[in-house]
């Protein structure tokens, strides 16, 4: 298993968004004005992440999926149902799979809002500070 990022998570999204939406525009960050529908827009919404024993970390990323549509809500339910299949379980680029969890959609302001977490575990590496070496001298008679 290669390390999963995530950087790598939202590549991962955006690869299963260009397959299933290839006449789409996909931004994964800032906007610049000028954005044309059909459009979607990756955002990390937050992450926590838990502390676990051998040097592990429980990471809960929750991105949403912003989708812009040409014709209104109709098409942004046709869009959410597609996502909830689409989304489910994402390729990354190394090649592992993750499992979308958590899914919640609702259009608001006529764009999609798709809300969904990848939960995963990962290494964390250990900085030591260790002690120098300690001379003792000894005395007496």
Same mark, same amino acid.
């Given at each position: %298993?290669?390390?999963?990022?995530?950087?790598?998570? =939202?590549?991962?999204?955006?690869?299963?968004?260009?397959?299933? #939406?290839?006449?789409? &525009?996909?931004?994964?960050?800032?906007?610049?004005?000028? /954005?044309?529908?059909?459009? @979607?827009?990756? /955002? =990390?919404?937050?992450? $926590?992440?838990?502390?676990?024993?051998?040097?592990?970390?429980?990471?809960?990323?929750?991105?949403?999926?912003?989708?812009? +549509?040409?014709?209104?809500?109709?098409?942004?339910?046709?869009?959410?149902?597609?996502?909830? $299949?689409?989304?489910? =379980?994402?390729?990354? +680029?190394?090649?592992?799979?993750?499992?979308?969890?958590? %899914?919640? #959609?609702?259009?608001?302001?006529?764009?999609? &809002?798709?809300?969904?977490?990848?939960?995963? @575990?990962?290494?964390?590496?250990?900085?030591?500070?260790? %002690?120098?070496?300690?001379?003792? $001298?000894?005395?007496?008679?």
């Amino acid at each position: %298993m290669a390390e999963i990022n995530t950087n790598i998570i =939202l590549d991962g999204i955006t690869l299963a968004l260009r397959k299933a #939406f290839p006449e789409s &525009h996909i931004e994964s960050g800032t906007v610049k004005q000028g /954005l044309r529908p059909p459009a @979607f827009i990756v /955002l =990390l919404v937050n992450a $926590e992440v838990l502390d676990y024993p051998a040097q592990r970390q429980k990471r809960l990323p929750r991105f949403d999926v912003l989708y812009f +549509p040409k014709a209104g809500r109709e098409e942004c339910y046709r869009v959410a149902d597609t996502l909830c $299949e689409e989304l489910k =379980l994402i390729d990354l +680029p190394g090649g592992d799979k993750l499992r979308g969890t958590d %899914m919640s #959609f609702e259009v608001t302001a006529g764009v999609l &809002h798709f809300l969904v977490s990848y939960n995963h @575990f990962a290494r964390t590496e250990i900085n030591e500070t260790l %002690m120098g070496t300690l001379k003792i $001298e000894q005395g007496g008679k």
